[in-house]
């Protein structure tokens, strides 16, 4: 593990190499629209995207059409009593990022891809499960 160790840029010395992080938080619709944008990759691409990777990436969850995750939030929203119109800016769906340092990444990319994919499926699943939502889309990107 020490060679592992030896390779972390000295930007990330303060950081755990080892540890894998989730952060989560609320969407917009039109937040959402560009989430998905960036997960498949219309549009620009960004700088940090190694295009010779993109084909690497994953698609483990489809994304329900956007007009239906509206609906089902008004649907939501009238059955908990709630008189007003939804505003145009209200957050409608969770978005989450998962990460690893770059020890947790090493040996996490020596498992085989099927294994990567339930672990990446198992814990999106734990992780709405605990906030009371459904997943709706699980994008694995390895171009970044």
Same mark, same amino acid.
């Given at each position: 593990?020490?060679?592992?160790?030896?390779?972390?840029?000295?930007?990330?010395?303060? %950081?755990?190499?080892?540890?894998?992080?989730? @952060?989560? !938080?609320?969407?917009? $619709?039109?937040?959402?629209?560009?989430?998905? =944008?960036?997960?498949?990759?219309?549009?620009?691409?960004?700088?940090?995207?190694?295009?010779?990777?993109?084909?690497?990436?994953?698609?483990?969850? %489809?994304?329900?059409?956007?007009?239906?995750? @509206?609906? !089902?939030?008004?649907? $939501?929203?009238?059955?908990?009593?709630?008189? =007003?119109?939804?505003?145009?800016?209200?957050?409608?769906?969770?978005?989450?990022?998962?990460?690893?340092?770059?020890?947790?990444?090493?040996?996490?990319?020596?498992?085989?891809?099927?294994?990567?994919?339930?672990?990446?499926?198992? $814990?999106?699943?734990?992780?709405?499960?605990?906030?009371?939502?459904?997943?709706?889309?699980?994008?694995?990107?390895?171009?970044?």
């Amino acid at each position: 593990m020490k060679d592992v160790l030896d390779h972390i840029p000295p930007s990330h010395a303060k %950081s755990n190499p080892r540890a894998a992080s989730v @952060r989560v !938080e609320t969407c917009t $619709l039109s937040r959402a629209r560009a989430q998905k =944008r960036h997960d498949f990759r219309l549009g620009a691409i960004p700088a940090y995207v190694d295009q010779d990777r993109m084909n690497l990436n994953r698609t483990l969850v %489809s994304l329900r059409p956007f007009p239906a995750i @509206r609906d !089902e939030n008004v649907r $939501l929203r009238e059955r908990a009593g709630r008189i =007003r119109k939804m505003k145009s800016n209200a957050a409608v769906v969770l978005s989450g990022i998962i990460t690893f340092g770059h020890v947790a990444a090493y040996y996490f990319e020596a498992l085989e891809v099927e294994t990567q994919d339930a672990a990446f499926r198992e $814990l999106a699943t734990k992780i709405a499960d605990k906030l009371n939502t459904s997943l709706e889309d699980l994008v694995v990107h390895r171009d970044e």
